[in-house]
């Protein structure tokens, strides 16, 4: 016989999946603190190899991709174009990039200081932090993409994206130790 929750047990479990979500963004975004603390603007354009990503490309990165794809899920625009970011970092590239398919000449031509990158993240986190409390789990299991077999659902997504900003964090510290060993102040 299936045991059906109770109020209560809903309440508790959707609290724990939003806290959940919400953990994996803060990861995110403690990851970004991390590289950049200490971190000089020549530092996070610096790049071990021409062909390379530097620090500024991979944060900038991450967070267009983190940006683009909440913004989706939760239905409105992203804080990339709302928030002016795209005005201020005044990148060769249209409103809508994020980074897929770049050429080592369009990660070179991200110069943008980590302050900025640092405070555009932010407000991405601050976005997706507000997403993630409004989840449910009926949000998580609606389709979002129906290009794959199987469709995939919101919750798919949530980690698909989690999974690739924190892999892209994660070879920004590794640049970021290059860098410091290479003596790039």
């Not at 620090?55 to 983190?66: D, E, F, K, M």
């Not at 897929?100 to 900025?116: E, K």
């Not at 919750?155 to 964090?169: E, K, N, T, Y």
Request: aromatic share 8%; charged share 20%.
């Amino acid at each position: 016989m299936m045991k059906h929750m109770t109020d209560k047990e809903t309440d508790k479990t959707t609290t724990a999946l939003r806290d959940m979500v919400a953990d994996q963004f803060g990861r995110i975004r403690q990851q970004v603190q991390r590289i950049a603390a200490g971190l000089s603007d020549t530092a996070a354009v610096w790049r071990p190899d021409p062909e390379a990503n530097s620090i500024a490309w991979l944060v900038w990165h991450l967070t267009r991709v983190q940006d683009d794809h909440v913004a989706f899920l939760a239905g409105h625009e992203q804080v990339w174009t709302t928030g002016g970011w795209f005005e201020r970092f005044a990148l060769p590239f249209p409103a809508d990039a994020h980074g897929y398919g770049h050429s080592s000449a369009d990660v070179a031509a991200v110069q943008t200081p980590m302050a900025d990158l640092v405070a555009y993240q932010a407000e991405v986190d601050s976005m997706s932090t507000k997403y993630a409390q409004a989840l449910t789990a009926g949000s998580l299991t609606r389709v979002v993409d129906t290009n794959w077999d199987p469709p995939v659902t919101a919750s798919v997504r949530l980690v698909s994206l989690i999974g690739d900003c924190l892999s892209h964090a994660g070879q920004a510290a590794y640049v970021r130790g290059l860098a410091e060993r290479a003596g790039v102040r």
